[in-house]
């Protein structure tokens, strides 16, 4: 199946421990996002990646690295997460140049206890 | 920065009736792209339906339609006999020409009702 997987689905944690996310697309594309959404359902840009290359980086505490080993590929690494970091956070991928829809993963429901 | 405004947070409709779900958006953009993406409880996100501006015609998928006003910014989705199944999330999105960045609304959580 042509998709976007993440990997966890859900993923319950501790204060202060590390977490990564992992993302990767089928579908071709030369462009990947995270995306996180709040309690509210809010859905807010973090990172955009395009052929390995970082083009948007918005407000995200520098405790979140993204790392994107090809263009198929991009993850999320957590450093001491916090209770504010629990939400669902959505990989996405897209073309970059045809102004194609973002197609998403099913996303990751992050729990920080 | 482009803010997307959807101000409608629930919305409810019986099956097989029709029903509108309001968006605009703000930006000195002329060249952009919007989106209707459609959030059901499994949590999946799954586009409804895209329109360009440059477009004068309204986009149309199926059952799903838009109404476009580029002079109002103004970018509402029409369902038209609404099933079970359309129950969901809906988020309104603008994407800039030549910028990946899609931005989306705040959602309108859609109820149809048997």
């Known amino acids: 199946d042509t998709a976007v997987s993440q990997t966890p689905k859900y993923l319950v944690t501790q204060m202060g421990n590390d977490k990564s996310i992992k993302c990767e697309q089928n579908?071709?594309?030369?462009?990947m996002y995270w995306y996180k959404q709040d309690s509210k359902k809010f859905l807010k840009i973090m990172f955009s990646?395009?052929?390995?290359?970082?083009?948007i980086n918005e407000t995200v505490p520098n405790r979140f690295s993204p790392k994107s080993p090809d263009k198929a590929h991009l993850n999320l690494h957590i450093n001491s997460l916090e209770l504010g970091d629990s939400a669902v956070y959505f990989c996405?991928?897209?073309?970059?140049?045809?102004?194609?829809?973002?197609?998403f993963g099913n996303g990751t429901r992050l729990t920080v206890t | 920065a482009q803010t997307v405004t959807q101000s409608q947070p629930e919305m409810s409709v019986q099956e097989a009736e029709t029903v509108t779900l309001s968006c605009t958006y703000d930006?000195?953009?002329?060249?952009?792209?919007l989106f209707w993406y459609k959030q059901p409880p499994s949590r999946q996100m799954i586009l409804v339906i895209r329109?360009?501006?440059?477009?004068?015609q309204n986009a149309t998928e199926n059952r799903f339609s838009v109404n476009f006003q580029k002079a109002a910014k103004s970018f509402s989705l029409k369902i038209s006999d609404s099933q079970l199944g359309d129950t969901a999330m809906y988020f309104c999105?603008?994407?800039?020409?030549?910028?990946?960045?899609?931005?989306f609304g705040a959602g309108t959580r859609l109820t149809v009702k048997p």
């Open positions: 996405a991928s897209s073309y970059r140049d045809v102004n194609s829809p973002l197609h």
């Open positions: 579908l071709g594309h030369d462009t």
């Open positions: 990646y395009n052929n390995k290359e970082l083009i």
């Open positions: 930006t000195s953009e002329n060249n952009y792209y």
């Open positions: 329109q360009e501006a440059y477009k004068q």
């Open positions: 999105a603008f994407m800039k020409t030549g910028n990946n960045d899609m931005r």
